[in-house]
T-cell receptor
């Protein structure tokens, strides 16, 4: 099956700093990737659609200047949480499209102190 | 607007018993339907999907799901549950029949397995 990785798996940072999360499709090329946020005991909330070579498309209510997305290659998308605050602490999951199906990464646990 | 409903928030079954997780969707045309499983602290793993054709879909780990257009349902089943099946299960429908590649998720069903 299609494999998607994320790095790091968990990260702790201080309030005000920026954190970058990487999402890679390991065995296929993905022109489209998605970034989700998941709160405890909740479903996934789509944050943005990452398109290779173009600007990301953000969902309503998601601050594009705070959550910077870069999809520089067909196998890598990055999410940078800028000036992180404790309320940004969450589980961030990416997915990549292959043949009309989303394959998900293992997620990144972010804790902002 | 499209939506997915998983009526059961939490289900407990005994190991070896059969399982059915319910999923109802709203979409006027033929939907793209998915079931994913999430273990604690992990990402989502695709169990199975339905795009067209045979309405009974076989997936991994012994799961199957049946698409019933008349009931707008796509229930997930397993004849004999194993303790390792304890996890959260999400049903999802592809937005606009898969045209945008976006998924609309249900709220999930948490499965507990008793020994």
């Amino acid at each position: 099956g299609a494999v998607v990785s994320q790095h790091p798996s968990r990260v702790i940072c201080k309030s005000g700093t920026s954190v970058k999360i990487e999402c890679r499709s390991l065995d296929f090329q993905a022109t489209t990737m998605f970034w989700y946020r998941q709160f405890p005991k909740k479903s996934l909330m789509l944050m943005a659609t990452s398109n290779e070579g173009s600007k990301a498309t953000y969902e309503q209510g998601v601050e594009k200047d705070k959550f910077l997305i870069n999809h520089a290659s067909l196998t890598l998308s990055t999410l940078t949480v800028t000036s992180a605050h404790p309320e940004d602490s969450s589980f961030y999951i990416c997915s990549a499209i292959r043949s009309g199906t989303q394959y998900f990464g293992p997620g990144t646990r972010l804790l902002v102190l | 607007a499209q939506s997915v409903t998983q009526p059961d928030i939490h289900i407990t079954v005994s190991e070896g018993a059969s399982l059915e997780l319910r999923c109802n969707y709203s979409y006027g045309a033929t939907p793209y339907l998915f079931w994913y499983v999430q273990s604690p602290g992990q990402g989502l793993q695709l169990l199975l999907k339905y795009f067209s054709g045979d309405t009974l879909v076989q997936g991994i780990k012994g799961f199957e799901a049946e698409f019933k257009r008349s009931q707008s349902s796509f229930n997930l089943r397993k004849p004999s549950v194993h303790w390792s099946d304890a996890a959260e299960y999400f049903c999802a429908v592809g937005e606009n029949g898969g045209a945008t590649n976006k998924l609309i998720f249900g709220t999930g069903t948490l499965l507990a397995v008793q020994p």
